[in-house]
């Protein structure tokens, strides 16, 4: 593991802590203008503009981001943006304390889940760059393959901000937060892009005369614009617990068929880094499933099995020594024999 692999694998750690915490100052800084009665951000409304707690969880994505920009840089994406299933830990512990948040053990358990399945996919990551550099960048994103996911992602957001948005936007997660993941995919490759010109400009080279830096800077702007716009509308509307797991799954496989489309990074990789990268990612994908889909079940003692639960006798013991008929059984035959008796 290379020097650049590791930093990059730090800022992205660093990242998910940061993004995490974001998500819920965020939530408690519109659960505070909804106690004063303004217009929620899932109503058209932007008062969460004068909420310091609103700002603080900004500054905070801003941190996350930009840490999250800078491994992009040194690592490749198909790690880097798995790893953020770690921000969805923090969110859900961080809710569970400041948002009162149901964390039961199935939660605790999709976070350990969530744990492995980052860690297996650092093991089989690929640790090579295939685009190191500007004009590289530029023969990719002129691949026919890329231009027709592109035109698929912004078509399909469309469709769902001016048709699916009005109609079931307030009632379906699904949503909104199919536009910030569909969205985030072309982010992630302006990002990329973006960290490669940082790159050579720190080397000495003339990026800033190149059209294409400024172009991806553009239109990074809008996609994270876009995608905070939405963000806000889904976390406003929905639970955190329910918008930060199933955003994450979304907007890592978009990013995942993005990288695969456009940088080709499974192209360096064997087999069983393959299988295993996959794996890590679905063992994630469960632990987000236990944190969302269990969240609001009660965990009690009595169910768990009968001889785990607390203050019950030993099953076997029991059974032997347990009478083959009930008390009241043995009461009852006898009363018949006693009538049997008397006739």
């Known amino acids: 593991m290379g020097a650049g692999f590791g930093a990059g694998l730090g800022l992205a750690l660093a ?9 819920v100052l965020k939530k408690k800084g519109l659960l505070r203008l909804c106690g004063r009665g303004r217009t929620r951000a899932g109503q058209g409304g932007h008062a969460y503009l004068r909420e310091w707690l609103w ?3 900004l500054l905070c994505m801003g941190v ?3 840490a999250n920009f800078a491994a992009y840089a040194f690592a490749p994406a198909t790690l880097v943006t798995p790893l953020g299933a ?3 830990l923090v969110s859900a512990v961080l809710s569970s304390i400041f948002l009162n948040e149901q964390l039961n053990v199935h939660g605790k358990i999709g976070c350990i889940l969530s744990i492995l399945g980052s860690t297996v996919m650092v093991i089989h990551a690929p640790q090579e760059e295939e685009v190191s550099s500007l004009e590289s960048m530029a023969e990719k994103l002129k691949d026919p393959g890329f231009i027709v996911f592109a035109v698929c992602v912004l078509v399909s957001s469309l469709l769902l901000i001016f048709v699916a948005g009005p109609r079931y936007g307030q009632s379906n997660v699904l949503v909104y937060v199919l536009v910030c993941s569909a969205i985030g995919s072309l982010s ?4 990329k892009g973006l960290g490669i010109a940082l790159k050579e400009l720190f080397s000495g080279k003339p990026v800033l005369k190149e059209p294409l830096g ?6 990074l702007v809008i996609c994270i614009s876009i995608q905070i716009n939405y963000l806000n509308k889904a976390l406003d509307i929905f639970n955190t617990s329910v918008v930060t797991p199933i955003y994450y799954v979304l907007f890592t496989t978009a990013v995942m068929m993005c990288s695969a489309i456009l940088f080709k990074e ?3 990789m064997v087999l069983d880094n393959i299988i295993g990268s ?3 990612f679905l063992t994630i994908v469960s632990g987000i499933f236990l944190l969302h889909a269990f969240r609001d079940m009660p965990f009690t003692p009595n169910l768990l099995p009968l001889f785990l639960q607390p203050g019950r006798p030993d099953r076997h013991q029991s059974c032997q020594h347990q009478p083959l008929l009930p008390s009241e059984d043995k009461g009852s035959q006898s009363a018949e024999e006693e009538e049997e008796e008397e006739k």
């Open 15 to 23: 990242s998910s802590a940061f993004i995490g915490g974001s998500f």
């Open 55 to 57: 700002w603080a969880g």
């Open 64 to 66: 996350g981001e930009a």
């Open 86 to 88: 770690l921000s969805v």
């Open 188 to 191: 992630v490759s302006c990002v």
């Open 214 to 219: 400024w172009v991806l800077l553009v239109c």
């Open 266 to 268: 499974w192209q360096h």
């Open 278 to 280: 996959i794996s890590g």
